[in-house]
């Protein structure tokens, strides 16, 4: 018998870039199911930095390391994506005291559109608790060093798109 429950868990983002705060919880979610898939989210209410394309790619990369993780890209409700995967968890970060806020709430909802659906929240390990996509894509256009915030492959893509003009 393995550690791990026998349970499809669903982690959606928009992952504009993926960074290193999203990885530590891949890893980890992946150890605790079976089958975890990163969710990909097209990000029509948020202007993105990379397509949907550079997302995956990068998602991919950073996930071809963990054999249980498939990374598949979604539009519309969660809900509508979870039960297409026969997903029976959400995997959620939280960072602040604000996160907990929002994605309290969003849990909530999410309960209600799909009541057989669990939401698990995550922090990121120390490190990382103060990562996010919006301020690794900030640091980068203006000329910082992201490289301790996202694997190589990812600062790769995001010098060669601060270099072109974002």
């Given at each position: 018998m393995t550690s791990r429950t026998q349970i499809t868990a669903i982690y959606p983002g928009t992952f504009d870039p993926i960074t290193l705060g999203h990885e530590?919880?891949?890893?980890?979610a992946a150890g605790m199911f079976?089958?975890?898939?990163?969710a990909v989210a097209v990000g029509h209410h948020k202007k993105t930095m990379f397509s949907l394309e550079e997302r995956l790619a990068m998602a991919q990369e950073v996930a071809a390391q963990l054999g249980n993780v498939e990374v598949i890209a979604f539009d519309g409700l969660l809900r509508d994506f979870v039960?297409?995967?026969?997903?029976?968890?959400v995997v959620r970060g939280l960072r602040t005291g604000g996160?907990?806020?929002y994605e309290f709430q969003m849990a909530g909802m999410n309960r209600k559109l799909m009541?057989?659906?669990?939401?698990?929240?995550?922090?990121?390990?120390?490190h990382h608790q103060y990562t996010s996509s919006?301020?690794?894509r900030e640091i980068a256009t203006l000329g910082g060093e992201v490289a301790e915030f996202v694997s190589p492959g990812v600062l790769a893509r995001l010098n060669e798109?601060?270099?072109k003009g974002g």
């Open positions: 530590d919880l891949m890893r980890r079976e089958r975890l898939v990163l039960r297409a995967h026969s997903g029976r968890v996160d907990f806020e009541p057989e659906v669990e939401t698990i929240f995550l922090t990121p390990g120390e919006t301020f690794v798109r601060c270099r």
